[in-house]
C-alpha cells in the first residue's frame, strides 16, 4: 500500500491510500494519522486455529 501526505491549500492536507483519499485540517493530523495506519499495517496479525468437531 503506498502512503503520500500532500498538501492541498493552506490548512487543508490528504492522506492518499492507493486510490483513496482522507482529508485533514493540519499537516499533524495527517501525520499522526499515517503512523497509526502504518503502525496497524506492521503489526502482527494471527489468525484463529479452526476448531475441531467432536466426532459422533
Not at 503520500?4 to 499522526?32: H, M, T, Y
Request: glycine share 2%.
Amino acid at each position: 500500500m503506498k502512503i503520500l501526505i500532500k498538501e492541498l491549500a493552506k490548512s487543508r492536507w490528504q492522506v492518499r491510500l492507493d486510490n483513496q483519499a482522507v482529508n485533514f485540517r493540519s499537516e499533524a493530523e495527517a501525520r499522526a494519522f499515517t503512523s497509526t495506519l502504518e503502525a496497524r499495517l506492521h503489526a502482527p496479525h494471527y489468525l484463529p486455529e479452526p476448531q475441531q468437531r467432536a466426532a459422533g
